[in-house]
């Protein structure tokens, strides 16, 4: 199911439409503020991201805005004001849609689907992923580098879908936790840094290249 990140510091409000989105079965996780909500938007590998603007620490456009320096997961701005300015700066700086508060949570959750129908569009568009002569066809099952072919086993072929779907991204160890093994499971997180080893050793050693990387302290990222 879909990831979404409420970033909202009216707790009470981004409890609610926590509870609404898990009866709809969307996985959900709150941020408070603006520098969290940054933090985890930049590592939460996410679908969607609701993000009000009047937030402290750093107000949700300028959230957006540095957001926008690495990745691209679809936004819905939250506004209680109703301010043009703010809807027409954050549309420019790439948010998908917005809300003015108060909202119906009926159109909120339309206008949810609708955002994450566009991506899905998106997605099924391009099931090429690539980094550098790192290519990857979803459709085929096939991985190659620079032409030559590489075996995979099945959790690293998922591991590097997701590394390479969120190139340049850098994602916690927990996060590929979720995405590759699921919530379920129950085993060492180290097994991201073992399979990480996995990949390493068929793609980076194997070619001389230095693809998937560390970020000490954060997670690893693939990017040229
Ligand atoms: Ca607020």
């Not at 959790?155 to 995405?179: P, Q």
Request: net charge negative; hydrophobic share 40%; with cysteine.
């Amino acid at each position: 199911m879909p990831r979404i990140l409420i970033v909202e510091d009216e707790e009470k409000l981004a409890r609610f439409v926590e509870l609404e989105l898990k009866h709809e079965g969307y996985t959900v996780d709150k941020a408070f503020d603006g520098r969290d909500g940054l933090e985890k938007m930049e590592t939460g590998g996410y679908d969607l991201v609701l993000l009000d603007i009047m937030l402290p620490g750093l107000n949700g456009l300028e959230v957006l805005r540095r957001a926008r320096r690495t990745v691209d997961t679809p936004v819905i701005m939250l506004t209680a004001r109703d301010s043009v300015m703010d809807k027409v700066t954050g549309l420019d700086m790439g948010a998908e849609d917005y809300m003015t508060k108060p909202f119906e949570i009926e159109e909120l959750l339309a206008r949810i689907r609708a955002a994450l129908r566009k991506t899905e569009r998106r997605a099924a568009e391009s099931k090429q992923l690539a980094c550098g002569a790192l290519i990857m066809d979803v459709d085929r099952h096939t991985v190659s580098y620079d032409g030559h072919a590489v075996e995979l086993t099945q959790r690293e072929f998922d591991l590097l879908r997701v590394l390479l779907e969120n190139k340049g991204i850098v994602l916690s160890r927990s996060t590929l936790m979720e995405r590759v093994w699921g919530y379920d499971y129950m085993g060492e997180t180290n097994i991201v840094d073992v399979y990480v080893r996995y990949l390493r050793g068929k793609i980076d050693d194997a070619f001389g290249v230095k693809l998937v990387q560390t970020v000490r302290g954060v997670g690893y990222v693939i990017r040229e």
